[in-house]
């Protein structure tokens, strides 16, 4: 059968080998006892979390357990830790509780059949605490991982609508150029929103590498000036090749008093 690693931190040797007589007789030589019989030395050795279970002495010198408790975190202890004082204090036993003790004992009370009980609930109930917060651990990460991948998709969708704007430009101004002898002043007019289309495209794609440069923290906004007119006449012209094929009339109404904003001019 499994050994029982238990970790003893008691002061007063005799009550070392009460104890360690209660816990021969419920394990026999499955027991693996550890007794430290300072605070110092009992904190030090709870600090590898080798035991399946500790008993810690109320009274240790001029300390107590109810302060290594708080120092090791034992709420958060992968160890259930449990109080043993000689007399009953129910302040004593409401503190011991608040500071993340499994159990409270008394040592004038020596029994197999509690202590055998105690020491059982404290690690089954350690146990259920571990597998509840792995469970909250998983369901979080499994949000967190399905969040990233709506984002993803969201992200996909809007690149993949922003990326068809500039080409429905240059193909449509590509067929009408094919389609009719356009004059001089129409061919010019058409080559520029081409290459102005082509380098929206140029710029989204180097937005979609911005996604990757963010991801890492090596991405840079180069933050100035930017004439909003600018920006949305250049975007109407973009789209209007397609908007005309489909008699779409595109109007744009701007505020007088909005002219010049701050931004990123290639974002």
């Given at each position: 059968?499994?050994?029982?690693?238990?970790?003893?931190?008691?002061?007063?040797?005799d009550d070392?080998?009460?104890?360690?007589r209660?816990?021969?007789?419920?394990?026999?030589d499955r027991?693996?006892l550890?007794?430290a019989?300072?605070?110092?030395?009992?904190?030090?050795?709870?600090?590898?979390?080798d035991?399946?279970?500790?008993?810690?002495?109320?009274?240790?010198?001029a300390?107590?357990?109810?302060?290594?408790?708080?120092?090791?975190?034992?709420?958060?202890?992968?160890?259930?830790?449990?109080?043993?004082?000689?007399q009953?204090d129910?302040e004593?036993?409401i503190?011991?509780?608040?500071a993340?003790?499994?159990?409270?004992?008394l040592?004038?009370?020596?029994?197999?059949?509690?202590?055998?009980?105690?020491?059982?609930?404290s690690?089954?109930?350690?146990?259920?605490?571990?597998a509840?917060?792995?469970?909250?651990?998983?369901r979080?990460?499994?949000?967190?991982?399905?969040?990233?991948?709506?984002?993803?998709?969201?992200?996909?969708?809007?690149?993949?609508h922003?990326?068809?704007?500039?080409?429905?430009?240059?193909?449509?101004?590509?067929?009408i150029?094919?389609?009719q002898?356009?004059?001089?002043?129409?061919?010019?007019?058409?080559?520029?929103?081409?290459?102005?289309?082509?380098?929206?495209q140029?710029?989204?794609?180097?937005?979609?590498?911005?996604?990757?440069?963010?991801?890492?923290g090596?991405?840079?906004?180069?933050?100035?000036?930017v004439?909003?007119?600018?920006?949305?006449?250049?975007?109407?012209?973009?789209?209007?090749?397609?908007?005309?094929?489909?008699?779409?009339t595109?109007?744009?109404t701007?505020?007088?008093n909005?002219?010049?904003?701050?931004?990123?001019?290639?974002?």
């Amino acid at each position: 059968m499994k050994p029982m690693r238990v970790l003893l931190i008691e002061d007063d040797e005799d009550d070392y080998v009460v104890a360690r007589r209660l816990l021969t007789d419920i394990y026999d030589d499955r027991l693996q006892l550890v007794w430290a019989a300072t605070y110092d030395e009992g904190l030090e050795k709870l600090s590898p979390c080798d035991f399946d279970v500790c008993l810690l002495d109320y009274r240790l010198g001029a300390r107590n357990g109810i302060e290594l408790l708080r120092e090791v975190c034992a709420d958060k202890y992968p160890v259930p830790i449990i109080l043993m004082t000689g007399q009953g204090d129910r302040e004593v036993d409401i503190e011991a509780s608040n500071a993340g003790a499994a159990d409270y004992l008394l040592k004038n009370q020596p029994d197999t059949t509690l202590l055998e009980r105690a020491i059982r609930y404290s690690i089954q109930h350690k146990q259920s605490e571990a597998a509840r917060l792995e469970l909250i651990k998983e369901r979080e990460a499994r949000e967190s991982a399905e969040q990233a991948n709506r984002a993803k998709d969201a992200f996909l969708a809007m690149v993949t609508h922003e990326l068809r704007s500039p080409l429905n430009a240059i193909l449509g101004w590509a067929q009408i150029l094919r389609a009719q002898a356009a004059d001089e002043n129409t061919t010019q007019h058409a080559l520029e929103i081409i290459e102005k289309s082509a380098r929206t495209q140029s710029r989204l794609i180097e937005d979609i590498l911005d996604t990757a440069r963010a991801t890492s923290g090596q991405l840079r906004i180069d933050v100035r000036s930017v004439v909003l007119p600018d920006v949305i006449a250049s975007a109407i012209e973009v789209v209007k090749p397609a908007a005309d094929a489909k008699n779409i009339t595109i109007e744009s109404t701007l505020d007088k008093n909005v002219n010049v904003i701050t931004g990123d001019p290639e974002r």
